[in-house]
């Protein structure tokens, strides 16, 4: 089982910036794949950013890329999503999301488990 606690969400202006964190716990992180996700008032779960086990390989989400970076350090177990030029279409809970699979997918069923949700607002 892995627990995984987002932190970091908050309210910022739009053209702001702001850095979710993702600690793990229960698994040895560098097994995993990590992404990030976010689902806004009315909408279905949306793809953000997701990072390889290694952190060679990422993929971004078009409406996020040049503005999100996605990191992590295996050290410290920890997976981040640094936030700049945040527009008010960024409004959203973030959700990190493990999988046991090396896939760094945008696909939410192929990631195995969920943090409780970060919440995000900009606004304008």
């Known amino acids: 089982q892995v627990q995984l606690v987002e932190s970091g969400g908050g309210l910022v202006q739009a053209g702001g910036s702001l850095r979710l964190s993702c600690a793990a716990s229960?698994?040895?992180?560098?097994?995993?794949?990590m992404g990030w996700f976010r689902q806004a008032p009315g909408k279905e779960r949306e793809f953000v950013t997701a990072?390889?086990?290694?952190?060679?390989?990422?993929r971004y989400a078009d409406s996020v890329k040049g503005r999100f970076t996605i990191s992590r350090d295996n050290a410290k177990n920890t997976v981040y999503l640094q936030m700049n030029s945040l527009k008010p279409e960024d409004t959203a809970v973030y959700y990190c999301?493990?999988?046991?699979?090396?896939?760094?997918?945008?696909?939410?069923?192929?990631?195995?488990?969920w943090g409780q949700g970060a919440l995000v607002t900009v606004s304008s």
């Open positions: 229960g698994r040895t992180f560098s097994s995993l794949d």
């Open positions: 990072i390889s086990r290694s952190g060679y390989s990422t």
């Open positions: 999301a493990a999988a046991l699979r090396s896939l760094t997918s945008n696909d939410p069923s192929r990631y195995d488990y």
